[in-house]
C-alpha cells in the first residue's frame, strides 16, 4: 500500500455571475465573483485501483456550485460562501473543504473583496 494521506482537489478562480449584495443597484444586476475551492479527502483507493468509482468526482460539484451560484440571490457574502461550503463538504469522503469568494471591484480603490470559511467533517 502506498503512503499515501489525502488527496487535496483545489478548483481555482471559478469565475461566476450571481446577484450578490444588498444595495438596491446589486440586487438587481449580475455581478462577478471568483472562487476558490480545496477540497481533502483520503484518496489511497482510488490511487491504488484507478478506479473512478473509487475518487471523488470533483466536476460533479463544480456542476453543482455552478447551478447554486448562477441560479441564487444572495445579500451576504458570508451566506454564498457558506451555501458553497455546504455543496463541497457533501460528499461523505470530505474531510476537509476550505472555500473563498471574492466580489472584484467591491470597494473602491480595492481588486476585491473576499471571505473565506472552513470545514472539518467528521
Same mark, same amino acid.
Given at each position: 500500500?502506498?503512503?499515501?494521506?489525502?488527496?487535496?482537489? =483545489?478548483?481555482?478562480?471559478?469565475?461566476? =455571475?450571481? +446577484?450578490?449584495? *444588498?444595495?438596491?443597484? %446589486? =440586487?438587481?444586476?449580475?455581478?462577478?465573483?471568483?472562487?476558490?475551492?480545496?477540497?481533502?479527502?483520503?484518496?489511497?483507493?482510488?490511487?491504488?485501483? #484507478?478506479?473512478?468509482?473509487?475518487?471523488?468526482?470533483?466536476?460533479?460539484?463544480?456542476?453543482?456550485?455552478?447551478?447554486?451560484?448562477? %441560479?441564487?440571490? *444572495?445579500?451576504?457574502?458570508?451566506?454564498?460562501?457558506?451555501?458553497?461550503?455546504?455543496?463541497?463538504? #457533501?460528499?461523505?469522503?470530505?474531510? *476537509?473543504?476550505?472555500?473563498?469568494?471574492?466580489?472584484?471591484?467591491?470597494? =473602491? *480603490?480595492? #481588486? !476585491?473583496? !473576499?471571505?473565506?470559511?472552513?470545514? +472539518?467533517?467528521?
Amino acid at each position: 500500500m502506498p503512503s499515501v494521506s489525502n488527496a487535496i482537489i =483545489r478548483i481555482k478562480n471559478l469565475r461566476l =455571475r450571481t +446577484y450578490i449584495g *444588498f444595495n438596491p443597484e %446589486e =440586487r438587481e444586476k449580475l455581478q462577478d465573483v471568483v472562487i476558490n475551492i480545496e477540497i481533502h479527502y483520503p484518496a489511497v483507493k482510488a490511487a491504488m485501483s #484507478d478506479d473512478v468509482e473509487k475518487a471523488l468526482n470533483y466536476k460533479v460539484v463544480c456542476k453543482e456550485i455552478i447551478q447554486h451560484v448562477e %441560479e441564487g440571490h *444572495f445579500l451576504l457574502l458570508e451566506k454564498l460562501v457558506a451555501d458553497v461550503l455546504e455543496i463541497a463538504t #457533501d460528499h461523505p469522503w470530505v474531510t *476537509f473543504a476550505s472555500v473563498t469568494i471574492d466580489k472584484p471591484h467591491a470597494l =473602491r *480603490f480595492a #481588486d !476585491s473583496v !473576499s471571505l473565506t470559511l472552513e470545514k +472539518y467533517c467528521s
